[in-house]
């Protein structure tokens, strides 16, 4: 018996008489003789407690996390501060261990989150319509070009060259699957090539996909880029950063059909990569053909207000083969983190964070680009993160500065070859002007040291 | 004094946004400590919002309110007996949060260089050998965010498959009894669905079967299976299946949804499975909070291996005097790339590593088990009584960790839908089972106790089944009209989808 | 269908030991490692225990359960409104329970050496600095481990202090609108009590003050305090006060229990106050789990410092480029010595101490502004209406941060007790002020409202009160049996204490 | 406005109108000029969240704590693993944030909590009546002194000095008060000495104290020590650590009157010594001289089953001057967290972690007392902990070893004068055999080095 079964010596007698067998390996006999296993799985004895955490915090202790070095990693998750009350509220096990509401009346806390949660991320987005809640980033935009091609019955897909690399490789991955062909528009200056993108979208194109920030950290002009996709009567679908969505103009506003992205930045913790969760807004128009679940309002027999899934005639349990997206298991405590997360910031609080942001980026960038060795690899408008150019091996700077306990951003050689000396710096409200400041000095000695061949 | 409703249903629900009100506020941020340089001299005008959005403004502490007291109007697994079918509510171990939330885990950037993230790629690596050794197939991507995912996964690796051996096939078969996500999964991938019947014991109808592959010759690309199946039932033929879809040059794909009442016990592998998902939300103990986050690691077999995710945890040995390394590999020619972003939900690949080394070997297949026991005890328990006659077991057999009932009987004979009996189990305390599903069964139940449960509480589910049975025989208007005592009663479901009211609308 | 009783009510209590199953267990412990002996070779065997302690056997599951049900049965301050008078029921925010989690403060030692616990020790000095400049007084000690342990660290202290001046006197002033545990600690110490009658605006009666003094010259120890008193009335002869006891040779003794209302406004040392203690579970927000933990530590003038209780956090200035560092002083000769073990509270420290971060010096007068401006508006609200007529307040001014009213006239004229109030507000879903106390008003409430309640909060406990009174013009029976919508209805107190059953029984 | 205050400037004009003063300052008139404080305290100012963490993450930074080193730190507070329920429970609102539970109707859970804590305390004990907890343990045997008073109306106490230090300070503090003469009874061989103390008991004596296992680890003869109390009527009262009490003889059945002591095993962190919780148990004779809260059952008006807080006449908020204790709140949350733990261990896991600790101890000793150096201080049997003398200077060990990253146990010079040499070393399950052989192995290089000289 573990400590998570009950079933006593006196239980099994007692339970295997009702069920008028002998023994539980009966029940097992209906598992071919040759099918079953037949011996201990190779794996350790069960642990104690105890013994499980210590060996956990042992592997933890092995990895260099933000509360050990001060970090400038972004790339699409950032070192936010999670409010402890996020921890408070999705801790309680009411939120923690139910299953998706399937029966309303006894779950309409979670409902009601769902409502609020797509609410303020239809407000974020300026789209009116929001899903509950999709797996992570980049799969949501592989989910978008499957809407696209159910909304325009086109297979061509235009995307920036500026949208997150994961993204753009998950796109294709689902590509192959769903049967599209998807044209990759370059970059100039740290922008979407604008004539270039007009020339690659077509009568063809079900879907221009951009990203702003992009991820150089490049605020777009997502409005003047989209024109080209109205034109031709594709969908114009946009990836964002919630976190910057206090300042920079909503998608809504700049004729995005479908907004989303990555939603760590609100009440999600690294976690080295997830769980997190995938935001996803729309217009009215594509209300029906939205992946994953949508909580809606309605009355009880009695007249009280409540809360159900709304549109489940979308999904694959009723659906099935015609579904609008097999999703089903989502991120529904990491949205309720979203959601806590948000409410805690406020609408002032989450303006003037947006601006913090901005202005320490500003400093930063201005900052690293004095740093001899240093200059910028773009100089458009940036929101939360730029990218820079070093004259020194990329990897060997970041070790000298990993040696320091800086972790001082994204190399973007793997993904940008023609980029091979690039690196992207993330800020945010956690990164003070003394780790900046630090950074820069940091920056400066380890470049210089490289150009010396000094060694570590 | 007589009570009208009960305290939650006095209650009315009011959003956070409702509880705004200008000027309050919960965070105080940092002082922004540069220069404080209008956002427009650092962003051009067009490009910046004019209006912040409408977030709720309120202090913290009626924040903290607001959300403790919507908990209250969930029903959750530490509550009470939630026996969801195909679901698989097992107990959630705090000890899995604990060890999850350390910042080591917590705080680590996906993008960390693997040199300073090794304790987290060996936890990543540790977690796919043990997860490789229970469904007995060599390989592991853990890179899937849920089973549906993994689903998507598997049907993109057979397609790869293919494709790599110059062909390009366009069927699926899948079994009627298969889950929602099956079929959708497989037209995401761009293929097609052949549905294959049930046969009397609830297994693959075998003629079926070899007629639908005879009929589709060489365009089957792949079978997808849940075994033990969704009615809970082991399907013997397995070995034969197998044989058929691999002599059909398909790929036989297996749902790792029910996998919790066979670990220990009988593996994928063995069973001439090419590509298993398995659900950590639910064998595994992730905690489903309300709707996810899971996540849906997939095992393969040999050949399949070449067309994994990217990028894959490896491990080198280590060389003079060094431990073990271990690294992420991008460099997989022939891998159907990535699924999504970075390495995959690693917050519960910790929480599942964690319940594996707290079970073991021994522990894991206790837990299979004891589910595969309290299944069967509260099949018979349901069998007695009132339960048996207008309860019926769909496929009158041992059941492997769960089992399926019709409300047909009762229907016809009470007039109680499945559903009113559901409803009327929510008066009672419990989580009722999953209704109309599997599809084939009509007024379908679906019951999964699980290994966590008490004796007692599967008795006192019995007893409620029987209670509300009986009550329907003398008076079906309660549980048409249940449940009465609930944060809210019945709702009304088609509205919600006929005039969809899906955001709080907001003044000004 | 009609509701008998609400579900709460339906599941009757049962302990965690009834529900205990021979041979069940949440606890996998780790393996011995070491040799197996035999116990008994080990300790004699007369030494040892025949039974294990019935304890409950239960696997970990259930044990969540039983706790998250139970927990379901208590009102919290996370739930609603808590206008409990004197105990300062204010928002605990949440960082303070994750900075206290820290295993840096959490898994510390108290016997580590102070070498290795420098933040530990610079904490507490750091939090002594802030009670020091909140009270205007120069020296803390942080060890009473709540307010009446405080107040018996005063009283002691107050002994030393004569008897270091050769004198020893025996009886303690007190008015009476004191705390109960203010006499209690009184007689503790090994003092008798002299009550100091209140006048009509709510302070010490003057004349009766120079009278006791006058009867027990040469005896008086001290004055005990609290300044706003328990009617929420800030005593404008303090100062006056003071004098009369210094004169007389006593200490004057600050209980801080109402400090909230002058924080950062007015400071006991200022007032001539010589001890004080300050409740850490009141002011500095931490969380009172259901009746403690709290902490109480005390502030004291130069002539009480050299008895403070042992050890003292010290601090010394950094030689030769180190910085300052901290110690534990033991060598007090004149101290009182322990009133505990080790150096108190800790984690309760930490909590206040980040309480008064975030806050700062502005957010500390704010708070006590805020919560004096919520208590007056409260105290306007309910002099509308009926409740103006029925619950006068006991002493018409301004009051600072709670104001106490008399049931008196809705006794009278509705036959309704301040008792039946309390209870009917329940229904309503909020807590009730504090009730009977304090003594000298009849039928008592005392209303704290804090000053991180909302407007909204405080207007509607005014018309739930409204409500109460007007329905008990009408129907007094129903406030009679209130409530009627909790787990439990009114419970026999008299029963309980008349024939105590105070453990559960079990068999064998 | 403060983020946990919301009286915005409208709320405030608003309610400002309703009281009928013109600004929040004239409510403050009340307080006479020359007592307003008329300045901003010198406190620094409001910091957010995330700095308030990080300031306080860097002080806890700098604590030696037992995740970072390994522990043999004992004397009354114990480095036992909590398990990760207890936190789960402890931290729900419903048990964090309510006040005492004077209003029964709602406050249901908090006591049955209490009822539980009781019965599990009295098992533990072997006496039939338990508070629901009072502050710690020092304090709770002084309370147990000012009991004795009253049930004896004797003023001597006796005291052996295998009793905790800061127990017997405490005692001594509160007797200074409430008046009475403390004889202090000396050790022989690591016990109480049974002549001396019988010498010491006599018709004058209020109550004997004695403490199992004492300070020194030694597991006292209660019963036979006990006679003497019972021969002139005094209070046989016995300090004890629960955490022994599923091998050892409960200090019921040795004839104890009152069981007391430190609760911090059960399910309560180090917390560098606070908050814990002091229990206490009574025979039936002293049930209304109990100190602190009990609950009790009872029924509602519908004959339901319930609690309340029973014989309040005992407690100061009824019986002022008169009360058997000034004690108002105590450490609920922190008895909770026993409870739990109580629970969680069960009948089976309690007894068999006290066996645990007895057979590691056991081991631990007999390591120690083989190094070259080392030699046991005592013989007598022992359960948990043990003590030893080193023939080189304790502290400078004690340096050596937690350069090496372990807290080799607790040096006795400062409170035990004639074990200038001594040092206590605790076991719990969370020490390893591993982590004993390091610690034999280390305190052997580490004397041997002392006495050769070695600088560190
Ligand atoms: C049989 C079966 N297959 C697949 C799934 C899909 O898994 P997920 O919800 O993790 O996407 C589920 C669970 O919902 C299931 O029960
Ligand atoms: C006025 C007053 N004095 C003293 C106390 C005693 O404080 P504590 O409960 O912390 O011992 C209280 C609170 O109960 C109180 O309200």
């Known amino acids: 018996m573990t400590r998570y079964t009950s079933a006593t010596a006196d239980d099994r007698r007692e339970m295997l008489d009702a069920i008028g067998v002998s023994s539980v390996d009966e029940l097992f006999e209906q598992i071919p003789p040759e099918l079953r296993l037949g011996r201990p799985l190779e794996l350790p004895e069960g642990m104690s407690e105890s013994e499980v955490y210590e060996r956990l915090a042992a592997l933890a202790e092995r990895n260099a996390d933000a509360e050990k070095e001060v970090s400038f990693l972004g790339a699409g998750m950032y070192d936010h501060y999670v409010p402890a009350i996020v921890d408070a509220i999705t801790s309680r096990s009411e939120f923690l261990t139910p299953y998706t509401p399937y029966q309303p009346e006894i779950s309409q806390g979670g409902l009601q989150v769902m409502f609020e949660f797509q609410t303020a991320m239809s407000e974020l987005t300026g789209l009116p319509v929001s899903s509950a809640g999709l797996y992570e980033g980049p799969s949501s935009l592989a989910s978008a070009g499957y809407l696209a091609i159910g909304a325009t019955k086109r297979r061509r897909f235009v995307v920036s060259r500026g949208v997150h690399p994961h993204s753009r490789e998950t796109l294709r991955t689902y590509s192959v699957g769903y049967g599209a062909e998807v044209v990759e528009v370059g970059l100039e200056g740290g922008l979407t090539d604008a004539a270039a993108l007009a020339d690659a979208v077509d009568g063809e194109t079900a879907a221009v996909f951009l990203q702003s920030p992009n991820f150089l950290g490049a605020v777009e002009d997502v409005e003047a880029l989209g024109a080209a996709a109205k034109e031709h009567g594709a969908l114009l679908i946009v990836a964002c950063d919630p976190m910057t969505l206090g300042v920079l103009k909503p998608p809504g506003e700049c004729g995005a059909d479908i907004a989303l992205g990555e939603g760590q930045p609100l009440g999600n913790r690294l976690d080295f990569g997830g769980p997190s969760f995938g935001f996803f807004c729309a217009t009215e128009a594509q209300i029906r053909r939205m992946p994953g679940r ?163 | 004094m007589a009570l009208t409703e009960t305290p939650m249903q006095a209650e009315r629900a009011r959003t956070i946004f409702e509880k705004s009100k200008a000027g309050r506020r919960a965070a105080a941020l940092p002082a922004t400590e540069v220069p404080e340089t209008p956002i427009s001299e ?153 549905k294959v019947a049930t046969d009397e014991v609830g297994g693959v109808e075998m003629d079926d079967l070899r007629a639908k592959l005879a009929e589709n010759e060489g365009e089957v690309a792949c079978l997808m299976l849940t075994n033990p199946n969704t009615l809970g039932v082991f399907d013997e033929n397995i070995g034969e299946i197998a044989r058929l879809i691999h002599e059909a040059g398909g790929t036989l794909y297996y749902d790792g949804a029910n996998l919790n009442a066979v670990m220990g016990h009988s593996r994928p592998g063995d069973m001439g499975f090419d590509i298993v998902h398995v659900n950590l939300h639910k064998s595994f103990s992730q905690p489903h909070g309300g709707g996810g986050p899971g996540a849906g690691p997939i095992a393969v077999s040999d050949r399949i291996e070449p067309f994994l995710p990217r990028p894959q945890v490896v491990r080198s040995e280590g060389s003079n005097g060094h431990g073990p390394s271990f690294d992420l590999d991008f460099d997989r020619p022939k891998s159907i790339g990535r699924l999504r972003g970075f390495q995959g939900n690693f917050g519960v690949f910790v929480r599942s590593y964690a319940y594996i080394l707290s079970l073991g070997a021994d522990g894991l297949a206790e837990a299979s088990e004891t589910a595969v026991l309290n299944a069967n005890y509260l099949k018979a328990r349901l069998a007695e009584g009132r339960a048996g006659e207008r309860l019926p077991i769909a496929f009158d057999r041992h059941c492997m960790h769960e089992f399926v009932l019709s409300g047909k009987p009762m229907k016809r004979e009470l007039g109680l839908a499945t559903l009113d009996l559901a409803k009327r189990l929510l008066d009672f305390g419990f989580h009722p089972p999953t209704v109309y599903f599997p599809l084939l069964v009509d007024e379908a139940l679906m019951v999964e106790p699980t290994e966590t449960e008490t004796k007692e509480s599967l008795d006192a589910f019995a007893d409620a089944v029987e209670q509300i049975l009986a009550e329907g025989e003398t008076d079906p208007e309660l549980a048409k009209n249940a449940p009465y005592t609930t944060p809210v009663r019945r709702l009304d479901e088609v509205k919600a989808t006929r005039q969809p009211v899906v955001r709080q609308q907001l003044e000004e």
Chains 1, 4 share one sequence.
């Open chain 1, 294 to 456: 949508i909580a809606g309002e309605t009355e009880d027999v009695d007249g009280r207000r409540g809360f159900v899934l709304a549109l489940q005639t979308r999904e694959q349990h009723i659906r099935r083969e015609k579904a609008t997206n097999n999703i089903c298991t989502a991120q529904a405590l990491n949205a309720l983190g979203a959601m806590v997360h948000l409410a805690w910031l406020g609408r002032q609080g989450f303006r003037e964070l947006g601006e913090l942001l901005v202005r320490r980026t500003a400093y930063a960038r201005e900052r690293l680009a004095a740093v001899d060795g240093v200059e910028l690899l773009h100089e458009a408008p940036v929101a939360r993160e730029f990218a820079v150019r070093l004259e020194a091996p990329v990897s060997k700077v970041l070790d000298r500065l990993a040696e320091r306990g800086i972790a001082a951003g994204y190399p973007l050689g793997r993904e940008f070859p023609e980029f091979e000396d690039g690196l992207l710096v993330a800020i945010t409200e956690r990164r003070t002007k003394a780790q900046i400041d630090e950074l820069a000095e940091a920056l400066s000695a380890a470049v210089a040291a490289e150009r010396e061949g000094v060694t570590v």
């Open chain 2, 42 to 194: 650092l962003i051009p005008e067009k490009l910046l919002r004019r209006e912040a959005p409408r977030l709720p403004e309120i202090a913290e502490p009626e924040i903290v309110r607001h959300y403790n007291r919507l908990s209250r109007r969930n029903f959750d697994l530490d509550s009470g007996f939630y026996p969801l079918g195909s679901c698989t509510m097992k107990h959630n171990p705090r000890l899995n949060e604990r060890v999850a939330a350390l910042p080591g885990h917590a705080r680590l950037h996906p993008a960390q260089d693997p040199k300073r993230a090794q304790g987290a790629l060996e936890l990543m690596w540790l977690l796919q050998r043990s997860l490789s050794e229970i469904c007995g197939l060599p390989h592991v991507s853990l890179q899937p965010s849920a089973g549906s995912h993994g689903e998507l996964a598997g049907l993109l690796l057979t397609r790869a498959y293919h494709a790599d051996r110059g062909e390009e096939r366009t069927k699926v078969l899948a079994p009627d009894t298969s889950h929602g996500t099956n079929p959708a999964s497989v037209t995401m991938a761009g293929y097609e669905v052949v």
